[in-house]
């Protein structure tokens, strides 16, 4: 299969929807790399377009399971705070109200 520009660009903005990142492609000498902060930061070694793919293939999948399990965290933190007398229900919420703003950090 060979691997667009606009292949390498849907990958790139699906890792930042999931991470609420900032990587971006950096192309040069013939290759492309993922950056973030602008091209200040080098996330991947340049390659070739059909290895970053593959590398923005296992960064998305490691994200959205990263994404999962905090996820699920939460429901289970939500369902055993709820059945717990100790807490009322706006402490509840602002305790899963910290909790998701907290796990919708960057990815590293």
Sequence with gaps: MSIKKADLEKQVRLLNSITEGNYS??????????????????????????????????????????RDAVRDTLIGLEADLIRSSDFETETISAILGLARDQSHGSFE
């Design 25 to 66: 492609l950096g192309w040069a000498y013939g290759g492309v790399r993922v950056e973030r902060a602008d091209g200040s930061i080098d996330v991947t070694e340049r390659g070739s377009k059909q290895a970053v793919y593959a590398m923005l293939r296992g960064m998305v999948h490691v994200a959205l399971q990263r």
